[in-house]
């Protein structure tokens, strides 16, 4: 048994996942850009990030990983990270993520 994802959707006919996708949501971020998060199921939050040029839903949807996740009883929360996927991509040095990253308090 392989233990990555394959590259390809794993629906099966009939299952929860095949019947229904996540639903998009969006708000604004303190710099009023609009962030796009997706979420799938209900239960135990789970929050999957993706990678630099991902998105939610190439990495996590389209995989089949959310749709499992969510089978097992999870709901699983897949935001779009800044410039990626459904959410604001800016083009200007003030939207890059180092400016954002230092104008936010992580506390």
């Known amino acids: ?6 590259s390809a ?9 095949s019947l229904a996708g996540p639903t998009t949501h969006s708000f604004l971020a303190d710099d009023g850009l609009a962030l796009a998060y997706h979420q799938l199921g209900t ?8 990678g630099y040029t991902g998105s939610a839903l190439t990495n996590w949807v389209e995989t089949g990983i959310a749709g499992r996740l969510a089978a097992d009883g ?8 800044r ?8 083009h200007d ?5 180092r400016t ?3 104008a936010t308090d992580w506390r």
């Open 83 to 90: 410039g990626h996927g459904d959410s604001a991509k800016p």
């Open 43 to 50: 239960g135990r939050p789970v929050l999957l990030l993706h």
């Open 74 to 81: 999870h709901r699983v929360i897949m935001p779009d990270m």
């Open 1 to 6: 048994m392989r233990w990555w994802p394959s």
């Open 9 to 17: 959707p794993t629906r099966r006919p009939g299952s929860a996942e």
């Open 100 to 102: 954002h990253s230092r």
């Open 93 to 97: 040095a003030d939207g890059s993520p």
